[in-house]
C-alpha cells in the first residue's frame, strides 16, 4: 500500500500537487495522442487474414507508451 494514501493535510496536498501535472488535461491528451500514433505503427505491421500474438502487440504498445509519456525518458521518440 502507498503512504500517500495514509497521509492528511498539508502533506497530502502538497505530496497530491506533485503528481497533478501530468495528470492535468493538456498532458493527458498529448498521451492519448501519442498511445494512438504508436498503436498505428504496431498495427500497420500486421498483415490482412494473417494471425498474430495480441499479448505481444500490447506488450510493445505499452512500452513504448510509457517510455514516451515517462517522465524519466522525455528523448524517447516515435520510430
Not at 14 to 30: A, I, N, Q, Y
Not at 48 to 58: G, K, L, Q
Request: net charge positive.
Amino acid at each position: 500500500m502507498s503512504v500517500k494514501l495514509l497521509m492528511d493535510g498539508t502533506r497530502h496536498k502538497r505530496e497530491r500537487k506533485l503528481l497533478m501535472p501530468p495528470f492535468h488535461g493538456e498532458r493527458v491528451k498529448s498521451y492519448a495522442e501519442s498511445i494512438c500514433k504508436i498503436t498505428e505503427q504496431v498495427a500497420s505491421r500486421w498483415e490482412i487474414d494473417r494471425p498474430f500474438i495480441a499479448r505481444n502487440a500490447s506488450q510493445e504498445i505499452t512500452l513504448k507508451a510509457i517510455m514516451l509519456n515517462s517522465y524519466f525518458a522525455p528523448r524517447y521518440k516515435i520510430a
